[in-house]
């Protein structure tokens, strides 16, 4: 989703037997360098899946820093998912990243962007090391009903990022497509995930707007409605798909 202009490679390490089997291998996905610890540090941060629980996204990350001819370990963060992100340069000559991640929890699956500061470390990040600032929720694919009967359609579809002339800033354009509809129970019954006997819930595309000015990131002035930043999918209406 996010153009990362980053290196990827791929390798394996065991985990402790004690581990669940689907987390006893640690796969590494995306290696990024930047200038994460200082203005003119070579660094690079080495994002992985596998040996970590559900709650921390089954995800982790190394920092390395260059010293020298070698490379020296800076920290490792488990929950810390850098697979799929963009670098910013920060106000203060260090890199920072915007990344996309998702999960799914007691059947609503949700897609969000976070920022990432790996210069800082996590263990002592008071808000933690992942600060996500948009969400989009889904239902549908799960069959999963909200309170109310209602289910949700919805995904990120692009993310840019837009120099702001004149000024050290960068804007973040979201677009997503959001519905929200109420199935009647005996609709409901005949969903099955998977299935070709689906439900099917109307979308609508909305716009959002950041702005990043080198230190944070802030939503600007006319952004359709979010709810603790998870936007709010508008009433629409549901269909069966066969």
Same mark, same amino acid.
């Not at 600060?131 to 069959?143: P, Y």
């Not at 960068?170 to 199935?183: D, E, F, M, P, S």
């Given at each position: 989703?996010? =153009?990362?202009?980053? %290196?990827?490679?791929?390798?394996? =390490?065991?985990? &402790?037997? %004690?581990? &669940? &089997? =689907?987390?006893?291998?640690w796969e590494m996905h995306t290696v990024t360098f930047g200038h994460f610890l200082a203005p003119k540090s070579e660094d690079a941060l080495v994002s992985g899946f596998g040996c970590e629980p559900h709650v921390n996204l089954m995800s982790g990350s190394y920092l390395f820093t260059k010293q020298g001819a070698s490379w020296r370990k800076v920290w490792y963060s488990s929950g810390e998912d850098g697979d799929d992100c963009k670098k910013l340069p920060g106000s203060a000559g260090r890199d920072l990243l915007v990344c996309e991640g998702s999960d799914m929890h007691q059947g609503v699956a949700d897609w969000f962007l976070y920022t990432m500061d790996p210069g800082q470390d996590p263990a002592k990040q008071e808000n933690g090391p992942l600060q996500v600032f948009f969400d989009v929720n889904d239902t549908l694919g799960s069959c999963q009903a909200l309170p109310g009967g209602a289910m949700t359609s919805g995904r990120i579809e692009s993310v840019s990022f837009v120099p702001v002339a004149g000024r050290h800033a960068i804007r973040i354009v979201i677009v997503a497509r959001l519905g929200k509809a109420v199935v009647p129970e005996d609709a409901m019954a005949s969903c099955q995930p998977g299935s070709k006997n689906r439900l099917a819930i109307a979308t609508v595309p909305r716009r959002y707007r950041f702005v990043f000015d080198g230190r944070k990131i802030s939503p600007a002035p006319g952004n359709p409605p979010t709810d603790y930043n998870v936007a709010v999918a508008p009433a629409t209406s549901w269909h069966k798909t066969n």
């Amino acid at each position: 989703m996010i =153009s990362p202009g980053h %290196e990827t490679a791929a390798g394996c =390490s065991v985990c &402790p037997d %004690e581990m &669940p &089997p =689907s987390a006893q291998t640690w796969e590494m996905h995306t290696v990024t360098f930047g200038h994460f610890l200082a203005p003119k540090s070579e660094d690079a941060l080495v994002s992985g899946f596998g040996c970590e629980p559900h709650v921390n996204l089954m995800s982790g990350s190394y920092l390395f820093t260059k010293q020298g001819a070698s490379w020296r370990k800076v920290w490792y963060s488990s929950g810390e998912d850098g697979d799929d992100c963009k670098k910013l340069p920060g106000s203060a000559g260090r890199d920072l990243l915007v990344c996309e991640g998702s999960d799914m929890h007691q059947g609503v699956a949700d897609w969000f962007l976070y920022t990432m500061d790996p210069g800082q470390d996590p263990a002592k990040q008071e808000n933690g090391p992942l600060q996500v600032f948009f969400d989009v929720n889904d239902t549908l694919g799960s069959c999963q009903a909200l309170p109310g009967g209602a289910m949700t359609s919805g995904r990120i579809e692009s993310v840019s990022f837009v120099p702001v002339a004149g000024r050290h800033a960068i804007r973040i354009v979201i677009v997503a497509r959001l519905g929200k509809a109420v199935v009647p129970e005996d609709a409901m019954a005949s969903c099955q995930p998977g299935s070709k006997n689906r439900l099917a819930i109307a979308t609508v595309p909305r716009r959002y707007r950041f702005v990043f000015d080198g230190r944070k990131i802030s939503p600007a002035p006319g952004n359709p409605p979010t709810d603790y930043n998870v936007a709010v999918a508008p009433a629409t209406s549901w269909h069966k798909t066969n």
